[in-house]
C-alpha cells in the first residue's frame, strides 16, 4: 500500500531587501492559505510587508523550489534556531609540556 502524504499549504514572503523566500505560515487548505496571504498584505510597519511578494505552496511546490527534503519549520522553533546557529568549533587545544 502507498503511503499517503497530506498536502499542506504555506504562505511565503519574500521581502524586497532580502533575496530568499521565508515561509512564514502553514495551513491545511489553500484557501486558508490564501485568506491569511490576504491579510498579511496589509501588514505596515514593523513587519514591513508593504512592498513584499508574498505567495502560497503546497508541499510539493515547496519541495520543488527549495529541493527534495525541505521540510516547514516555523521561524523560532528550536528545530529552525538549531538549523540557523553555526557549529561551534569543537577543537580543545592541549597544552604541551614546555608551555
Same mark, same amino acid.
Given at each position: 500500500?502507498?503511503? %499517503? +502524504?497530506? /498536502? ?14 521565508? +515561509?512564514? !505560515?502553514?495551513?491545511?487548505?489553500? %484557501?486558508? @492559505?490564501?485568506?491569511?496571504?490576504? &491579510?498579511?498584505? !496589509?501588514?505596515?510597519? @514593523?513587519?514591513?510587508? =508593504?512592498?513584499? &511578494? #508574498?505567495? +502560497? #505552496?503546497?508541499?510539493? &511546490?515547496?519541495?520543488? &523550489? ?7 519549520? $516555523?521561524?523560532? !522553533? ?5 538549523? @540557523?546557529? $553555526? ?7 592541549? #597544552?604541551? =609540556?614546555? /608551555?
Amino acid at each position: 500500500m502507498a503511503k %499517503q +502524504v497530506r /498536502e499542506h499549504f504555506y504562505v511565503a514572503v519574500k521581502r524586497n531587501y532580502e533575496d530568499v523566500w521565508r +515561509v512564514v !505560515s502553514e495551513f491545511t487548505t489553500r %484557501q486558508e @492559505a490564501e485568506d491569511h496571504m490576504a &491579510e498579511r498584505r !496589509s501588514w505596515t510597519g @514593523a513587519f514591513n510587508y =508593504d512592498n513584499a &511578494e #508574498l505567495r +502560497v #505552496l503546497s508541499t510539493g &511546490e515547496a519541495k520543488a &523550489e527549495f529541493g527534495a527534503t525541505w521540510v516547514y519549520k $516555523p521561524i523560532g !522553533s528550536k528545530a529552525a534556531v538549531a538549523e @540557523a546557529k $553555526p557549529k561551534a568549533n569543537r577543537r580543545v587545544r592541549r #597544552l604541551s =609540556d614546555d /608551555e
